[in-house]
């Protein structure tokens, strides 16, 4: 995907200092350039002398105009000193973006009683207007350039917005229907395209066979550099060179598959009819895509690919995430749980350095390709989008790695705060046995992209909402 364009608007109005709106505006840029985000900032420079937002009607048209043709997927409206409110909401109007609303703390009023800015009324003002033309925005606390608040708020709006672009543009490859047995994986295809434009791209187990089969036959270098890094990073020798190479062939055929369709996540039935018809499983083909930024979601879960989705952009697409069982209390400690799968959590999370490349442990034939081993525990985000009854949320929760016995599969063993609350929400539901990991606390952008998405509703159970709100405003977490 490509990396998120963002629209800097600063703005200014006719009765303060133009002078001092305009060096905010050099200041502000100067200080969103340093927090070394790799964004795309597209600024007003070529629009007028001033490269500002004001208090002029064909000035806010050409501003709408020129972030249309450059695709923002976001836009920030800093105010340099009051700020033009109804220009602001014009344009946040028509673009349709999200918004982000701040303005750096005013000085003290100079000597002769003048102030020079007046920026946190302004920012009164264009909340309320933005109110007035419907449109969603983020506020960052009125606060100095430099103050940390101003780049927490700042990142955690960035991250929001690429999850909000990430979910826009949501398709899913399915390779095959759901196994028929797993009814909690159901899920209302019509409903999420009417309601968030979400397309899912269906294809058979048939097609993928046959593409992994020429994939197998033709060779060339993506197959040849897929075996060669199953070689390189994973203990082969329970299953042999022949699985190794038609391991990578799936996974070669099924990223082709997600590139040929535009599909930025794959759900698939992983089990049992492909291992019936390929004589393996796709357990490390899906580990080895989602290292690639392509999640791959087991047992056909829909709603867990956009989860995955969700939850890897707001990582910025510079972690992997992980697709997991919730499946067992840990022994010994009241809040801990078994986080496991049979085999498909990244290559590069696992503690391991040469994690083992099996056969699978659950069936007779012990057909091949389950990559097992303990991850790396650390802090984590746990997500879940889900719904039923035309209601859709998302779980979002924090958890910590912990020490746990050894069981076969990809496995992390986690504590939480209140693993009794955390019960009762996901069997209440909407939620299933899913969910999806990440080595970072990814929630507050999760909670703040929920802002530009109708329809869906944030569920944190750790921290709670107030907890979030209070640590955007500034506080730091318990």
């Known amino acids: 995907m490509r990396k998120l364009k963002l629209g800097y608007a600063p703005t200014r109005r006719f009765v303060f200092s133009a002078e001092d709106a305009f060096k905010y505006k050099v200041l502000i840029r100067e200080k969103m350039e340093s927090f070394g985000l790799d964004i795309d900032i597209v600024d007003l420079e070529r629009l007028n002398k001033e490269g500002l937002l004001y208090d002029d009607l064909y000035n806010a048209e050409e501003v709408i105009k020129h972030f249309q043709r450059e695709e923002v997927d976001a836009v920030f409206f800093p105010h340099c000193n009051f700020g033009t409110e109804d220009m602001v909401g014009r344009v946040a109007k028509a673009l349709g973006k999200p918004v982000l609303l701040w303005g750096p703390r005013d000085e003290a009023p100079l000597a002769d009683g003048m102030r020079l800015r007046d920026t946190q009324c302004g920012l009164f003002a264009t909340g309320k207007v933005l109110r007035r033309f419907g449109v969603p925005f983020t506020y960052i606390t009125n606060t100095r350039v430099d103050d940390p608040v101003f780049e927490r708020g700042f990142r955690n709006f960035v ?96 990223k082709q ?154 496995y992390v063993w986690v504590e939480v705060n209140d693993w009794p609350l955390w ?30 998405i109708p329809g869906l509703k944030p569920d944190p159970v750790d921290p709670t909402e107030s907890e979030i709100q209070a640590w955007l405003r500034g506080t730091d977490w318990k």
């Open 423 to 452: 019960e009762e929400k996901l069997v209440k539901g909407p939620y299933v046995h899913h969910s999806v990991g990440i080595h970072e606390n990814v929630i507050p952008a999760l909670y703040e992209a929920c802002n530009y």
């Open 257 to 410: 598959y997600a590139e040929k369709t535009a599909s930025t996540a794959i759900a698939i039935q992983c089990w049992s009819s492909l291992q019936d018809a390929m004589g393996i499983m796709p357990c490390l083909a899906n580990a080895l895509l989602t290292d690639e930024q392509i999640p791959v979601t087991c047992e056909t879960d829909i709603h867990g690919a956009i989860t995955s989705i969700m939850v890897q952009a707001a990582s910025m697409n510079t972690k992997p995430t992980f697709f997991a069982d919730l499946t067992i209390r840990h022994p010994d400690n009241p809040n801990g749980e078994l986080l496991f799968h049979c085999g498909n959590f990244p290559v590069s999370l696992s503690v391991e350095e040469k994690p083992q490349l099996r056969k699978h442990f659950l069936f007779d034939d012990h057909s091949p390709g389950t990559h097992e081993g303990e991850i790396r525990g650390g802090e984590m985000t746990l997500a879940r989008f889900d719904g039923d009854h035309g209601e859709y949320s998302i779980f979002l929760g924090r958890a910590k790695g912990i020490e746990g016995p050894y069981t076969r599969g990809s």
């Open 159 to 254: 991250a929001a917005a690429n999850v909000v672009k990430a979910f826009r543009s949501l398709r899913i490859l399915q390779i095959a229907p759901r196994p028929a047995s797993f009814w909690t994986m159901m899920c209302n295809e019509g409903e999420l395209l009417e309601r968030f434009g979400i397309e899912i791209y269906p294809i058979t187990l048939e097609d993928i066979k046959n593409a992994a089969k020429r994939t197998e036959a033709k060779g060339g270098a993506e197959l040849e550099a897929a075996v060669a890094y199953i070689k390189e990073h994973l203990d082969y020798a329970e299953v042999g060179e022949e699985a190794v190479t038609k391991i990578a062939a799936l996974k070669v055929a099924m």
